[in-house]
């Protein structure tokens, strides 16, 4: 299980406006992997490369 760094509370992905292609794509990435509890790093550039492959970059939008 997905665990974020410092707490106890388990890490799952979450849409901003209710949008439904962020649990799916969780959900699919779970099924490709046997199981939520086999997901082991919550990597969006990973599991985007595994269903299209094509290539993906991180931006990071923290202010500097």
């Known amino acids: 299980m997905l ?3 410092g ?3 388990p ?3 979450r849409s901003v406006k ?3 292609w962020v649990t799916l794509l969780e959900k699919a990435w779970a099924k490709v992997n046997g199981g939520y509890s086999n997901i082991r790093n919550g990597s969006p550039e990973e599991v ?3 269903f299209t492959g094509s290539a ?3 931006v990071n939008h ?3």
């Open 18 to 20: 209710n949008e439904l």
């Open 62 to 64: 923290e202010p500097f």
């Open 11 to 13: 890490a799952f992905a």
């Open 56 to 58: 993906t970059e991180r």
């Open 48 to 50: 985007l490369l595994a």
């Open 3 to 5: 665990i974020k760094c």
């Open 7 to 9: 707490t106890d509370i």
